[in-house]
């Protein structure tokens, strides 16, 4: 670890009556806008290696989307959907009796979900007074390069000698779409309605859209799902898409892909969304509430980038070189404000990246090892190149597979849907890319992560022990099935 220097400041403005912190000086080694998932890491790592560090959120509650509005209270969600779930359709074949009909209260669910939003947003508070990290609320904007107006109740000024970009994102829309929050709403609503819908109609078939549609699902709401391309997830591996697809279409779910909707339109409590099939006809659906997930935009309003000299390209995100760093040299941006996946552990990666670049280090980051996970049940889970990426760049490879319903593991638990398919290089055998769906693969993906990590073929993953009996031991059949077409259980 480098040394930091101590920067000697001129000017000590005002002092932030709005914060939750004692603050004595308002001029920092780093500012970080933004407390998501990238911002108040990148300052926790800031912070660790000596820097006198601010956080800026102009929200009232730290932690970003993910804490806020995404990854957290979704999974919340999900958890309490899926219990209920279980609870109807699983426990007599447990032989588990409920005395009564059983029932979802809603506004306890949602409740529930808030507290845990509370809880986790609390623990970030904690983290910033543990690191000594300066809390400021308000919006933060350029005055220049070095200079950053924070407009809470009142307006104040810091000076920062490096500034970390992570406003983050917000949810996107199609230009005739109006998201009236109502019954035409984002990811945004979905988390806190207050009914559950009849039909939950969701225009999009990406990992969002998913996983709120199987919570309304749950619930008992009817789901149709909507989405332009030939096929839901369509930036995983295919093999997972039409795996996830059968399984939806199992529980019911109308699943319309290769559809492109051009209107959504409310009329009264009703919301009719027209949309043309593959075959250029329209189709008309008609619901009670349209989710409304074709993706997000990344967020820089109110930033007064232009003012410190900072660019953005022409998809809106803040552009950075191969170090994070934007067209001002002392400014630097992560997270969903920039290119690449919108995931809240790659932001995580990029705020420690770029602390440590500014401390003089020479951390590096693998994006092709950052994995990505849908939290639906069965989870599905990717890391590295899918067959079709493999296939574009002409990588001679070889595939193992093995289905999640020859484990012991799965049919004890009933989770039977699903594979894990391993693709290594065919002359090397190092792992190129794991692809899976089953039961608890967003948390299998981190032993390919590590195999891959490792540059480890696929013999060394089949040749290690796997503990018996879990959902893991797919991984080392798909491994043998890879080396060797060996498979032992199947
Ligand atoms: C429903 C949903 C579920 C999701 N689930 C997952 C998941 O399971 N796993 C996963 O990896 N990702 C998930 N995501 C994506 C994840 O939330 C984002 O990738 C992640 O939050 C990005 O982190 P970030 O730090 O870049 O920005 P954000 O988390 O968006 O945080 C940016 C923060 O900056 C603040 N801000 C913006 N401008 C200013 C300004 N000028 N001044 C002060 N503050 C400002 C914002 O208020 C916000 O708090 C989900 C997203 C959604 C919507």
Not at 122 to 129: E, N, P, Q, T, V
Not at 367 to 389: C, D
Not at 438 to 453: L, P, S
């Amino acid at each position: 670890m480098l040394p930091v220097k101590t920067f000697v400041f001129l000017v000590t403005i005002h002092k932030n009556q709005n914060s939750k912190y004692n603050i004595d000086m308002n001029s920092y080694d780093v500012a970080v806008i933004g407390s998501g998932p990238g911002g108040y890491v990148a300052a926790i790592r800031c912070a660790q290696l000596g820097m006198k560090t601010a956080i800026i959120e102009k929200y009232s509650t730290l932690g970003g989307t993910c804490l806020n509005v995404g990854c957290i209270p979704s999974k919340a969600l999900l958890d309490s959907s899926h219990h209920f779930e279980d609870a109807v359709k699983h426990f007599d074949t447990h032989g588990i009796e409920l005395p009564g009909d059983v029932k979802v209260n809603l506004e306890k669910m949602i409740a529930r979900k808030q507290a845990v939003v509370d809880q986790t947003t609390g623990g970030i508070d904690f983290l910033m007074k543990k690191n000594n990290i300066d809390v400021y609320q308000g919006l933060g904007s350029f005055k220049d390069a070095r200079h950053i107006n924070i407009a809470g109740e009142e307006t104040i000024e810091i000076e920062a000698k490096h500034t970390i970009i992570a406003t983050g994102s917000k949810p996107s829309s199609l230009p005739f779409i109006n998201i009236d929050k109502e019954r035409i709403i984002t990811s945004t609503e979905a988390l806190k309605l207050k009914e559950i819908p009849k039909h939950l109609v969701v225009i999009g078939g990406g990992v969002i859209g998913l996983e709120l549609g199987q919570v309304y699902r749950r619930l008992g709401a009817e789901v149709t799902v909507v989405e332009y391309m030939d096929r839901i997830i369509p930036t995983m591996d295919a093999g997972l898409s039409k795996e996830l697809n059968k399984v939806f279409k199992k529980a019911k779910f109308k699943m319309n892909v290769s559809h492109k909707v051009k209107s959504v339109e409310r009329v009264g409590d009703e919301v009719i969304i027209k949309a043309d099939n593959k075959k250029g006809e329209e189709v008309e659906i008609k619901g009670d509430y349209c989710l409304v997930s074709v993706g997000r935009r990344p967020y820089t309003d109110g930033l007064n980038s232009e003012a410190a000299g900072v660019k953005l390209n022409d998809r809106g995100q803040v552009e950075v070189n191969d170090h994070l760093q934007t067209s001002a040299s002392n400014i630097y941006a992560i997270g969903d404000v920039i290119k690449g996946a919108m995931l809240a552990h790659k932001a995580e990666e990029e705020g420690v990246f770029v602390a440590e670049t500014i401390a003089g280090q020479k951390p590096h980051i693998d994006y092709n090892l950052i994995p990505g996970v849908v939290y639906t049940w069965p989870e599905v889970a990717s890391v590295g190149k899918s067959e079709e990426q493999l296939k574009e760049a002409g990588v001679a490879y070889k595939s193992g597979s093995f289905p999640m319903r020859a484990l012991g593991r799965s049919r004890a638990s009933m989770d039977i849907d699903g594979f894990v398919k391993i693709l290594a290089d065919k002359t090397t055998d190092e792992i190129l890319g794991v692809h899976m769906i089953g039961a608890r693969a967003a948390d299998m993906i981190a032993e390919a992560v590590v195999a891959m990590e490792f540059r480890a073929s696929a013999e060394d993953v089949s040749r290690m022990s796997h503990a018996h009996p879990t959902y893991t031991e797919a991984i080392k059949e798909a491994a043998l099935a890879a080396t060797e077409d060996r498979a032992l259980h199947i």
